[in-house]
């Protein structure tokens, strides 16, 4: 069974950036889908971003397109989102799954995903 552990947490200003990481263990995450979501308070889980298995396409909300970028280093089996102009609104916390390789057309939705990790606080102040 994967495992997922997500960091980067911190605390930037409006305007500023930071980059989250999600590290896997128990297997390699170069056969599967990634995803981050998040999570404000009072709010619905919401797609972020997705990574397809070779990385040769991606995706994102379109909340976030143009600011944020998603990456994967299958050799450190570990997949970042970089997220740049960050937005008070940004704030969340972040997670990161897994899904199976041939998901791809199912990618935004979080029943797609098999393995969670268990989030990373990301706040933006005004």
């Known amino acids: 069974q994967v495992q997922l552990v997500e960091s980067g947490a911190g605390l930037v200003q409006a305007g500023g950036s930071l980059r989250v990481s999600c590290a896997a263990s128990?297997?390699?995450?170069?056969?599967?889908?990634m995803g981050w979501f998040r999570q404000a308070p009072g709010k619905e889980r919401e797609f972020v971003a997705a990574i397809s298995y070779a990385g040769g396409s991606t995706d994102y909300a379109d909340s976030v397109k143009g600011r944020f970028t998603i990456s994967r280093d299958n050799a450190k089996n570990t997949v970042y989102l970089q997220m740049n102009s960050l937005k008070p609104e940004d704030t969340a916390v972040y997670y990161c799954?897994?899904?199976?390789?041939?998901?791809?057309?199912?990618?935004?939705?979080?029943?797609?995903?098999?393995?969670w990790g268990q989030g990373t606080q990301v706040t933006v102040s005004s």
């Open positions: 799954a897994t899904a199976r390789a041939d998901s791809w057309q199912r990618r935004v939705w979080a029943e797609t995903y098999m393995y």
């Open positions: 128990g297997g390699t995450i170069s056969n599967y889908l």
